[in-house]
């Protein structure tokens, strides 16, 4: 039997010696309860640790992370996630971020087929057919997929702000702003999108919902 994975669990002691070191009631405080006031919605990628990259503790960030980092509406996973941060939690903070090299968005960029991820991937390639003008015009493919991942993101925080979670969040006076960055992995920076999304009126008309008073 492969015994690699007993790493974790000694990782874990150290882990939970090295807090108790530096903070003897950290476990205690942490008991009590999380208000966090962000949520970030990254891409599955090993390489991308929310908590990590952002230099927060434990208790200070609500993570949802899928393959490509996709907000889609029949997610229910994602979708109560949301739900549960805006209404429960209540975050003033939602950040998706993306990365540049991400798999995801390389293999949408192609025709070739890797399974059920398939249809998730049918996602990003409608962004990318959306924008096929000024990304079939990139004749670099690292380039176009730096590009695509960018817009992925701006997409899917689009697609965070047509929620009616967010959208009810909004009406009834939350002060809730949704971020768009992506993370690179050869420097370990992020860049900010700037495409911030804190009302209804940044996203078109026919996607606000009237909202009773």
């Known amino acids: 039997?492969?015994?690699?994975?007993?790493?974790?669990?000694?990782?874990?002691?150290?882990?939970?010696?090295?807090?108790?070191?530096?903070?003897?009631?950290?476990?205690?405080?942490?008991?009590?309860?999380?208000?966090?006031?962000?949520?970030?919605?990254?891409?599955?990628?090993?390489?991308?640790?929310?908590?990590?990259?952002?230099?927060?503790?434990?208790?200070?960030?609500?993570?949802?992370?899928?393959?490509?980092?996709?907000?889609?509406?029949?997610?229910?996973?994602?979708?109560?996630?949301?739900?549960?941060?805006?209404?429960?939690?209540?975050?003033?903070?939602i950040i998706v971020c993306g990365h540049y090299g991400c798999g995801g968005v390389r293999a949408a960029m192609g025709t070739s087929t890797f399974g059920l991820v398939d249809n998730w991937l049918r996602n990003i390639k409608d962004v990318y057919f959306k924008h096929r003008l000024e990304l079939d015009n990139i004749e670099d493919t690292d380039k176009r997929a730096d590009r695509l991942t960018e817009l992925n993101v701006i997409e899917q925080v689009r697609n965070l702000a047509k929620t009616k979670i967010v959208q009810g969040a909004w009406h009834g006076g939350k002060k809730i702003e949704i971020h768009g960055w992506v993370y690179g992995l050869n420097n370990g920076l992020i860049t900010e999108l700037n495409v911030l999304h804190d009302e209804t009126d940044d996203i078109e008309p026919i996607y606000r919902y009237k909202m009773d008073k």
């Not at 010696?17 to 903070?23: A, E, G, T, V």
């Not at 003897?24 to 966090?36: A, C, D, I, M, Y």
């Not at 980092?69 to 549960?84: I, K, Q, W």
Request: with cysteine; proline share 3%.
């Open 1 to 93: 039997m492969d015994k690699a994975y007993l790493k974790l669990i000694e990782g874990n002691r150290r882990f939970a010696l090295s807090k108790k070191f530096d903070d003897p009631e950290f476990f205690k405080k942490l008991s009590l309860g999380q208000k966090p006031e962000y949520l970030w919605i990254g891409c599955s990628d090993s390489r991308v640790p929310a908590n990590e990259v952002t230099n927060t503790e434990s208790g200070e960030m609500f993570v949802h992370r899928n393959i490509a980092n996709v907000v889609v509406h029949t997610d229910f996973n994602l979708m109560s996630v949301v739900e549960y941060a805006v209404n429960v939690l209540e975050v003033k903070h």
